[in-house]
């Protein structure tokens, strides 16, 4: 089992970058996928990218294609995402989450673990 705390949301400003933390908990973090998803109000939670537990594979929404990048360190049990060039449709709370699943998926259904969320706020 893996707990996980993100950090890092704040409020900003359209073009701006920012990076997101997620920490997790347990000595098992290497058996997980990770990912990171966001959601706003009245909408589905939605994914943004993800990574392989190895770190060697990554897959990314073509919303963020380009100006998001997901990275993992696996020493220290942290999935960081990288947010470059932000536009306020980027506004959202950003969930990180954990995946047992043997491939990289896009599908909120097949993460096992979820964070708390963190507030990121993008203004024009």
């Known amino acids: 089992q ?13 073009g701006d970058s920012l990076r997101l933390s997620c920490a997790a908990s347990g000595r ?9 998803f966001r ?6 939670r939605e994914f943004v990218a993800t990574i392989s537990w190895s770190g ?3 897959y990314y929404a073509d919303s963020v294609k380009g100006r998001f990048t997901i990275s993992r360190d696996n020493a220290k049990s942290t999935t960081f995402l990288q947010m470059n060039s932000l536009k306020p449709e980027d506004t959202a709370i950003y969930y990180c989450a954990a995946s047992t699943n043997v491939v990289l998926t896009t ?3 097949r993460y096992n673990y979820w964070g708390q969320g963190t ?3 993008v203004s024009s």
């Open 107 to 109: 599908h909120r259904e």
């Open 119 to 121: 507030q990121v706020t």
């Open 56 to 58: 060697g594979d990554q």
């Open 39 to 44: 959601q706003t109000p009245g909408k589905e």
């Open 2 to 14: 893996v707990s996980l705390i993100e950090s890092g949301g704040r409020l900003v400003q359209a």
């Open 28 to 36: 098992t973090f290497v058996r997980y996928n990770m990912a990171w």
